[in-house]
């Protein structure tokens, strides 16, 4: 099975994926990879808006009919906005994990996300995990 | 484990080619899903899917003797099942009352019957009912029937659909009433099922498993994986061994009373165990209120002590989680209980079960009209 990963955008190894926006913030879903592995996805529990997280910190929770996953912040800062939209149509991350985006973040320093992995090292880890 | 280990079945190519999810259960590389876990379950309670189980072990005990060894192992009462064809749902216990498996009997002709048993606790059951039948039946012969393939065909459609694939095999099975089997050449047809549906379940020499799976998915049978298997049983309100049912567990504690038979001196194994220990707990229904998903272990709080999920997930006809768990006796179908879901105390109902049988909600009267999230279109 082969999953997108779009070059553009950053990741981290437990499968988020993370777009900067010219606005300073970072929007942040899951991978293709994951929404792949998780099965029909049928809740997300998003994160408080307003939270202020370190990166790694378990921000919220995705359950498939499978099984629960974790959502971690990928930077450290502040939540600032989640996907409502979402709601009751979950679906929509199993059609298009890049167009569905879970929740937004106003990163305390942007240069932390050169740390976050490219396309090709993450699409490296997926692959060998898989 | 490594991948090379597992078993396959004579479906595997099969399942390979149709781009299955394969997965470990029990030691054996099955199909989780096709592609959408929730489509297949729908499929099953709108018109028909199949299921390859051809992991799950048929034994065949032939030879004097099998009445009375099933007579002792059985915490059901063979008895019930005289007539060739004639299916019976049991558990199978230890001494201490707990659940070695739950199965299906059937009793085939001259004597013999047949067992369908769980793949992750076969060896271990077979194990068991030799040591049993050496002082109780020595003269008997277990046969494991590794050779057979197991379909099965489930859905409001399935048996006009398995008529449709099968012409020949229409005279042998249109007569079966639910829980009867028929031998059609050398196939084995019943009409029994793990999803709340009518169907059939096919037991099938493992050459001619590909063939018949593909005349049933040519005449509109869904593939589908063991994944809606478990949340059409889980709505079906149907046990899992392993989740449900436990070595260590009452079946009078498994919602499975109803089928263990006292109603005679019968000896069987466990029942002085279950004597001397009543039901202090029950398994019941939930539903949940809140948003989220329930899982199996997560702890449910009730006004009369503490309990446990066995089995949850997200419900697809429903459309919200439901849950079986095991709780106080005192508590009752229609109370409010809460459920410890990763660090969230979320709000649920204990219901009877089943959720669903035949497509339709069996619980709409227990849960607040207004609140339908995420219903199923």
Redesign the interface.
């Known amino acids: 099975m082969t999953t997108k990963t779009p070059a553009e955008l950053k990741y981290t190894e437990s499968h988020e994926w993370v777009r900067l926006e010219s606005d300073g913030t970072a929007v942040v879903g899951i991978t293709d990879f994951a929404q792949e592995a998780l099965g029909d996805i049928v809740f997300v529990e998003f994160p408080v808006v307003g939270r202020k997280v370190k990166a790694g910190d378990t921000v919220g929770v995705v359950e498939s009919v499978k099984a629960a996953s974790d959502i971690y912040a990928p930077l450290a800062g502040e939540i600032v906005a989640v996907n409502d939209g979402l709601t009751d149509a979950w679906e929509g991350i199993n059609k298009d994990a890049y167009g569905a985006w879970l929740f937004k973040m106003k990163p305390a320093d942007r240069s932390e996300a050169d740390k976050l992995l490219d396309a090709a090292t993450y699409a490296k880890g997926a692959g060998a995990a898989a | 484990m490594a991948n090379s280990a597992l078993r396959t079945t004579p479906l595997h190519g099969v399942h390979r080619a149709a781009?299955a999810?394969l997965v470990d259960f029990a030691g054996w590389k099955m199909p989780?899903?096709y592609g959408?876990?929730?489509e297949e379950h729908h499929a099953v309670r709108r018109a028909a899917g199949m299921f390859d189980v051809s992991h799950m072990r048929v034994v065949d005990l032939v030879g004097e003797g099998a009445r009375l060894l099933l007579a002792h192992a059985l915490a059901n009462d063979i008895g019930k099942i005289a007539t060739p064809g004639r299916a019976l749902y049991s558990c199978m216990l230890n001494e201490r009352g707990g659940v070695v498996d739950d199965l299906i009997a059937y009793f085939l002709d001259d004597g013999a019957f047949r067992l369908v048993v769980n793949a992750g606790t076969a060896d271990k059951d077979v194990a068991w009912l030799r040591q049993l039948a050496a002082t109780r039946a020595p003269r008997l012969t277990l046969i494991e029937r590794t050779d057979l393939a197991l379909v099965a065909v489930q859905g409001p459609e399935a048996r006009a659909k398995a008529w449709t694939a099968f012409p020949g095999l229409v005279p042998a099975v249109e007569g079966l009433r639910p829980f009867s089997a028929a031998f059609f050449r050398d196939w084995f047809v019943s009409r029994t099922g793990y999803t709340g549906e009518d169907g059939y379940e096919m037991m099938i020499p493992g050459p001619h498993a590909q063939a018949a799976w593909s005349a049933l998915e040519r005449v509109g049978v869904k593939p589908c994986g063991l994944?809606a298997r478990d949340?059409l049983r889980l709505e079906a309100g149907m046990n899992l061994y392993g989740q449900d049912l436990d070595e260590d567990t009452s079946p009078l504690e498994s919602g499975v009373a109803w089928t263990v038979d006292t109603s005679s001196e019968r000896d069987f194994v466990g029942r002085a165990a279950l004597a001397a220990r009543p039901p202090e707990r029950a398994l019941r229904g939930l539903v949940l209120l809140d948003?989220?998903?329930l899982?199996a272990h997560q702890t449910v709080k009730t006004a009369h002590g503490d309990g446990e999920t066995t089995s949850g997930?997200?419900s697809?006809t429903l459309g919200r989680?439901i849950a079986l768990a095991r709780l106080p006796a005192a508590v009752s179908p229609g109370d409010d209980v809460t459920v410890e879901v990763?660090g969230?105390t979320l709000a649920a109902r204990v219901v009877r079960h089943p959720f669903v049988r035949h497509g339709r909600s069996r619980v709409d009267s227990f849960l607040p009209p207004t609140s339908t999230?995420?219903a199923a279109p």
């Open positions: 781009g999810r989780l899903h959408s876990q929730i994944g949340t948003a989220g998903v899982r997930s997200f697809p989680s990763r969230r999230p995420g």
